[in-house]
């Protein structure tokens, strides 16, 4: 988002990404940076009072960060030279807020220099983003290390916005993660902005005799006809993922539900028994989303894969 877009993303082969051997610890700095949790609560906090897109940036910031060689926090590494870091990747030209993690990092280097990585920064920012925007809050488990590759290439191992459910599954199950994650992880969506390059071929073209996926409510689909034209030249044209995408809640799946879902992988849940059951559960019940999504995000965040603390989470040491 300067316009977020969604949890939006591209597939290709996997190689094996999850390390589960390092022990995370709620814990892990209550003796050596105690402060840590409230400075990174205060670069969140600052940052939305300014810019209400922060919020989605960081979680999707996140979710990218995990699904490539775990939570090592290499989609915040710079390219450098002729290497193309995850961050230049398709996938992740419009992650922005970046600052916001450099802004937790200098307050962090002052108050406990060189203890705290840039990828457990990056998950309590997620956390406090989910929890500032009206969700539910949670102990992140921490003790992650930052990684020291970066491929803009890799970025095809993320999930695209039209993937159906067979791709949706097998690319979480790649990451130990479960059909119930799956649908839990995709309510992320309920914060956020995708940009009409993401849905288009839900709007025009859908296939050989119809212009438009017939799933769709159709003053719906109208509406997004409207802001997306066929041959749209307006650079940050585009939708809201849900219709209160600002504050963190079930409506992504009630409107699932209705057929009012932006990306093609959001309707493919419905396409499945089991993930068409989970959506109904938690359109009906926001309490079991929450509970839901914090076990996922747990579960997801837990992915780690890294080697050092960066100093500067920008550039390797």
Known sequence: MATVVGLAFVFLFMFPITSHVRA??????????????????????????????????????????????????????????????????????????????????????????????????????????????????????????????????ETRQLPAPTFNISQLQQNFAQRGLSIEDLVALSGGHTLGFSHCSSFQNRIHNFNATLDVDPTMQPSFAARLRRVCPAHNKVKNAGSPLDSTNFVFDNAYYKLLLQGKSIFSSDQALLTNPKTKALVSKFASSQKAFEKAFVDSMIKMSSLTGGQEIRLDCRVVR
């Open 24 to 153: 995370l610890s709620s814990n892990y700095y209550d003796h050596t940076c105690p402060r840590l949790e409230s400075i990174v609560a205060s670069a969140v906090k600052k940052a939305m009072s300014n810019d209400k897109t922060v919020p989605a940036a960081l979680l999707r910031m996140h979710f990218h960060d995990c699904f490539i060689r775990g939570c090592d926090a290499s989609v915040l590494l710079n390219s450098r030279g002729k290497n193309k870091a995850e961050k230049d990747g398709p996938p992740n030209i419009s992650l922005h807020a970046f600052y916001v993690i450099d802004e937790a990092k200098k307050a962090l280097e002052a108050s406990c220099p060189g203890i705290v990585s840039c990828a457990d920064i990056l998950a309590l920012a997620a956390r406090d983003a989910v929890a500032l925007s009206g969700g539910p809050m949670w102990d992140v488990p921490k003790g992650r290390k930052d990684g020291r590759i970066s491929l803009a290439t």
